[in-house]
């Protein structure tokens, strides 16, 4: 495997860099929008008809996603643990994505046991427990729990960084070590009109340069 993927890679580099090729590497793959949570930042919770696809739709998509140049796939939502089709889940979704990208990870809220077999699990924590439940639907000790019961060796957080956190991203930070692989973050973007949880950029340098000092103990 790792030798196919350095010669993918070592070939993508080549097509990118010398001969000007656009080809998409990594791509975010948002299965369904149904979700178990009603998180303070997500509309998709707030859908009349959440989307849900059938198995031939996602592999199909799946499948197409491959042909582009797509060797990286994230599984996201809404909650990927709630698409369902007949007898088909996730994990089968998984299972198939396998077979065709080099790395397969999923992005959870974390209140199912994180028992899948993809690569990677990314599963958000967005604060201690009061802003954690604050944004997210007072998920924060089952998210915990969960982590801690696991035992995939690749677990990490996705953090975004909002109005409500940003001021606890690093006791937030110094609390996960230990607990999972790594962290990831993001700012939050704005899906709707008036939105209130956007972080001004004049305190995201202040909150990037708190991370780097973290990093670099």
Same mark, same amino acid.
């Given at each position: 495997?790792?030798? &196919?993927?350095?010669?993918?890679? *070592? &070939? ?7 001969? !000007?090729?656009? #080809? ?13 949570? &009603? ?18 739709? /996602?592999?199909?998509?799946? /499948? ?17 643990? $709630? ?10 979704? /998984?299972? *198939?994505? !396998?077979?065709?990208?080099? &790395? /397969? ?8 046991? $994180? ?14 427990? +009061? ?23 690749? #677990? ?10 940003? !001021? ?7 609390? $996960? ?7 990831? #973050?993001? *700012?939050?973007?704005?899906?709707? +009109? ?16 708190? $991370? ?6």
């Amino acid at each position: 495997m790792k030798l &196919s993927w350095y010669l993918y890679f *070592f &070939s993508y580099y080549l097509k990118c860099r010398f001969f !000007q090729k656009r #080809i998409p590497l990594l791509a975010g793959f948002k299965i369904t929008s149904r979700c178990n949570l &009603s998180c303070a930042h997500c509309p998709f919770w707030k859908l009349t008809h959440p989307a849900m696809l059938s198995f031939n739709q /996602v592999k199909n998509t799946l /499948v197409t996603l491959h042909q582009l140049g797509v060797r990286i796939l994230i599984l996201e939502g809404g909650e990927p643990f $709630l698409w369902n089709d007949g007898e088909h889940t996730i994990h089968d979704v /998984v299972e *198939f994505a !396998q077979s065709l990208f080099y &790395s /397969v990870g999923i992005t959870t809220n974390g209140t199912f046991p $994180l028992t899948i077999k993809a690569h990677t699990i990314w599963v958000s924590i967005d604060g201690l427990r +009061e802003t954690h439940n604050q944004i997210r639907d007072n998920s924060f000790d089952r998210a915990i729990k969960n982590i801690q019961h696991a035992s995939h060796p690749n #677990i990490y957080a996705n953090v975004t960084i909002n109005r409500v956190n940003y !001021q606890e991203i690093p006791d937030l930070v110094r609390f $996960l070590r230990g607990k999972v692989k790594g962290i990831t #973050i993001q *700012f939050h973007y704005p899906y709707e +009109e008036g939105d209130v949880l956007t972080l001004p950029f004049e305190k995201r340098r202040k909150v990037l340069d708190n $991370l780097i000092t973290l990093k670099k103990e």
